[in-house]
């Protein structure tokens, strides 16, 4: 028969099992698992007649070749004595068995191996692109490019955790450095993503900026930009110092280190100006493209180069999600798969980076193969005359300004999508 687990040890149970192997964290038994530190345990306190005594403190602290300060920390605040350390160690020795081992999902290792070829053979066209349409690669690329190596590293990374040190997702099968390894790989992660987002919006923008003297929309690309930049900021600062100390998980500060901030709401926060965001830059380029284009097929094809960046909004809203399911589950037994956060997170990411090269290869089939978006001859002819003006343009900077209020320098939809 199956044994059922209360809430209140499934907390036991979690709380233990980290405060166990937190307490071998600098000594040779750091690289053992909770489970079998606690069954140990149970079978030396066996042999001890009063736990509460500092001299089985400090034998204790011997066996699992751990500091005697520490063992007598945890004994007397967190579990009041060391007999009642026995008693939850022989509760909890009880119920892991009943947890089973669950695992990380399995699907993020090839998902992100199909997205970094995508997205590598996307931004390969994209430069392509670039130096057959306009001859050279600008500031903005080489700024997406930062933000790509940033985003595969980081996913190397994921896939290494995922599959190595936290493959198995419960605490109780999880050693101290395996833990370590987890918090370190998360507050990386956690930086990186708030740099990789900026830069992949910064890049957008100084397009934008670049393309045009037309005050308005300058304006809106810089007022964005500032948005941009300050809630980046607030993530990018928000997890790196929650905690004070910075990094509470080391050392005794395990104990009593203080996390003023609310992850969660950072996360609401943040996620809800950057989806904010994500539509402004959709919008930006369309009074100018509405403007400068007169034919209903041409103003489609031009919202619908901007709005494949949606898609990358999308994505964003169902990271939100799936971070809120798995923080606030409820489900007894079940720790947090990781893997989903991790694998939207990585989409999301890679799909900015994608949405943001569409223009670039919409100008290289309209270069090279017209007929694939529907083009005449004639309109094909248009179209690449606007896309020489427009690298003109740049090649000869955007001071310039119509004499004609209102009006703007560039002739060409030829813009980034949003992220």
Same mark, same amino acid.
């Given at each position: ?11 036991? !149970?979690?709380?233990? %099992?980290?405060i ?35 001299a ?34 022989? $509760? ?16 993020f290792?090839p998902l992100?191996? /199909? ?7 996307? +931004?390969a066209? @994209? ?12 500031a903005y690329?080489? &700024? ?9 590293? !980081? ?12 493959h ?11 833990? *370590? ?9 956690? &930086? ?6 900026? $830069?992949?919006?910064?890049?957008l ?5 670049q ?13 964005? +930009? ?5 809630n980046s900021l ?5 997890y790196?110092?929650? %905690? &004070?100390?910075?990094?509470g998980?080391k050392?005794?500060?395990?104990l009593?280190?203080y ?8 996360e609401?926060?943040?996620?809800? /100006?950057?989806?904010? !965001?994500?539509?402004v ?7 100018? &493209? +509405?403007k ?21 909004? =999308? %994505?964003?809203?169902? @990271?939100?999600?799936?971070?809120? *399911? ?14 989903? =956060?991790?694998?939207w ?9 994608i %949405? ?8 290289l ?7 694939? $978006? ?7 002819a ?5 896309l020489?003006?427009?690298?003109? $343009?740049?090649k000869?900077?955007t001071s310039?300004k119509?004499?004609?209020?209102g ?10 999508s949003?992220?």
């Amino acid at each position: 028969m199956e044994r059922s687990i209360s809430a209140d040890e499934w907390m036991y !149970t979690q709380n233990l %099992c980290r405060i166990i192997t937190w307490m071998t964290s600098e000594g040779k038994k750091s690289n053992i698992i909770a489970s079998e530190l606690v069954s140990t345990t149970q079978e030396w306190l066996q042999s001890v007649q009063n736990a509460s005594t500092p001299a089985a403190a400090a034998d204790y602290a011997k066996f699992l070749d751990a500091s005697e300060e520490w063992v007598e920390i945890v004994w007397a605040n967190f579990f009041g004595s060391g007999e009642s350390y026995r008693q939850f160690i022989a $509760l909890v020795n009880d119920v892991i068995p009943a947890l089973g081992h669950p695992t990380q999902s399995a699907h993020f290792l090839p998902l992100f191996i /199909v997205l970094t070829i995508i997205t590598t053979a996307v +931004f390969a066209l @994209r430069i392509y692109s670039r130096l057959k349409v306009g001859g050279y690669i600008r500031a903005y690329d080489w &700024i997406i490019l930062a933000g790509f190596i940033i985003t595969l590293a !980081t996913g190397i990374m994921r896939a290494y955790i995922l599959t190595g040190p936290v493959h198995y997702r419960g605490v109780w099968d999880q050693s101290w450095d395996d833990y *370590n390894s987890l918090e370190s790989s998360s507050l990386a992660n956690n &930086i990186c993503y708030p740099v990789v987002v900026f $830069l992949v919006k910064a890049s957008l923008l100084l397009f934008y900026y670049q393309l045009t003297a037309w005050h308005p929309l300058r304006w809106a690309t810089i007022i964005t +930009f500032g948005i941009v930049t300050c809630n980046s900021l607030a993530l990018l600062f928000g997890y790196t110092f929650r %905690c &004070i100390p910075v990094l509470g998980w080391k050392g005794l500060n395990f104990l009593d280190a203080y996390c003023p901030v609310t992850v969660w709401k950072l996360e609401l926060g943040t996620s809800i /100006v950057n989806i904010v !965001t994500d539509v402004v830059i959709w919008l930006i380029p369309l009074p100018m &493209i +509405f403007k400068i284009i007169h034919t209903p097929t041409e103003r489609i094809l031009g919202v619908l180069t901007f709005g494949v960046g949606a898609l990358a909004c =999308v %994505c964003c809203g169902m @990271r939100l999600s799936v971070m809120h *399911n798995a923080w606030f589950s409820n489900e007894v037994g079940k720790p947090m798969d990781s893997s989903i =956060v991790a694998t939207w997170t990585q989409t999301e990411l890679y799909m900015a980076i994608i %949405c943001s090269s569409v223009p670039a290869i919409r100008a290289l089939i309209i270069k090279k193969a017209p007929k694939i $978006l529907g083009l005449t001859e004639e309109q094909a002819a248009a179209a690449s005359m606007d896309l020489e003006k427009s690298e003109d $343009l740049e090649k000869k900077g955007t001071s310039r300004k119509k004499s004609e209020a209102g009006s703007v320098d560039v002739n060409s939809v030829d813009s980034p999508s949003p992220v």
